[in-house]
């Protein structure tokens, strides 16, 4: 079993930056990837970032490249979302996310999950 809690969410103005944190604990070999997933009202999951363990493999989804970074410190069973010039669009529920294999950008293969951030950006 692996926990995971998500925090750094809040309230932004269009333009800004906010870092979000999701701290790792249990079987830690279930977090040999760690991603990181949203929602927005009335909307679909969807796939934001995810990190291999070395940190040397990672992914995003098209619409935050340039503007997000996904990073992990395995020292502290912690991953993060650095994330810079966010728009409105980005408003969302963001979720940590943890598997044991190979990279994924499919929410359902990773058994997982934190409760989630709430981001919230204004116009």
């Known amino acids: 079993q692996v926990q995971l809690v998500e925090s750094g969410g809040g309230l932004v103005q269009a333009g800004g930056s906010l870092r979000l944190s999701c701290a790792a604990s249990g079987r830690t070999f279930s977090t040999a990837i760690m991603g990181w997933f949203r929602q927005a009202p009335g909307k679909e999951r969807e796939f934001v970032a995810a990190i291999i363990r070395s940190g040397e493999i990672t992914d995003y989804a098209d619409s935050v490249k340039g503007r997000f970074t996904i990073s992990r410190d395995n020292a502290k069973n912690a991953v993060y979302l650095q994330m810079n010039s966010l728009k409105p669009e980005d408003t969302a529920l963001y979720y940590c996310?943890?598997?044991?294999?190979?990279?994924?950008?499919?929410?359902?293969?990773?058994?997982?999950w934190g409760q989630g951030t709430q981001v919230t950006v204004s116009s």
């Open positions: 996310a943890a598997r044991a294999y190979s990279i994924s950008t499919r929410g359902a293969d990773y058994p997982n």
